[in-house]
């Protein structure tokens, strides 16, 4: 098993102001992939029991729910660096030297 080591991030917190910029693209960025994954979801022929499956059904089906994990995924990639940004930035103002 390899031996990891953590990295201290060098680079440069950012400003309020660049935080706010920046977390609002993210938050944006988020609900619109959220926004899609869930209208990946939200077909009515997943809930549909007189609906006959066909083997196009199926593989509609898993192309959706592969995009709908690509769209999430986007929203977790967002969100955790948001998160990351606003750990840096209260960081540095709390410990401005």
Not at 5 to 14: E, G, H, K, M, N
Not at 22 to 32: H, I, Q, S
Not at 35 to 58: G, K, T
Not at 69 to 79: F, G, L, P, S
Request: hydrophobic share 40%.
């Amino acid at each position: 098993m390899a031996k990891l080591r953590i990295v201290q991030d060098a680079s440069t917190p950012l400003s309020v102001e660049e935080l706010q910029e920046r977390g609002n693209k993210l938050v944006t960025d988020a609900r619109r992939a959220a926004l899609r994954a869930i209208a990946l979801s939200m077909q009515p022929e997943y809930v549909e029991r007189e609906h006959s499956v066909q083997r196009r059904d199926l593989i509609r089906w898993r192309r959706n729910a592969a995009e709908a994990r690509d769209e999430w995924q986007k929203v977790v990639d967002a969100t955790t660096e948001l998160l990351a940004e606003i750990d840096r930035t209260s960081q540095k103002l709390a410990d401005p030297s």
